[in-house]
């Protein structure tokens, strides 16, 4: 399953964030894969697409983020899949 992952950098601070990847890295359990992601203009929010079995790993992932960041996580599927599920309505 796929899912974006909208990340609000709290108080906007990007360069805490940036920090602490670069010193760690993304931090994500074996099982989550990181697909792509896209940042605002104002360094304030990214979106990403990340992908996993058992949803349980993105919790997992979100403890190492989660004092310097705020998420919503939205399960997605590809605008293929989409066609083919709307296909089968009509």
Not at 44 to 57: G, T, V, W
Not at 58 to 87: C, G, H, L, M, Y
């Amino acid at each position: 399953m796929k899912y974006m992952i909208i990340e609000k950098f709290r108080n906007g601070d990007a360069k805490r964030v940036y920090q602490r990847y670069f010193e760690k890295g993304r931090m994500a359990p074996d099982g989550l894969t990181y697909i792509e992601s896209w940042v605002d203009e104002e360094m304030k929010m990214c979106f990403q697409i990340m992908e996993c079995q058992d949803p349980r790993m993105i919790n997992d992932w979100i403890e190492n983020w989660q004092d310097i960041v705020d998420f919503e996580i939205v399960p997605v599927i590809t605008s293929e899949e989409a066609q083919k599920r709307i296909r089968k309505m009509i």
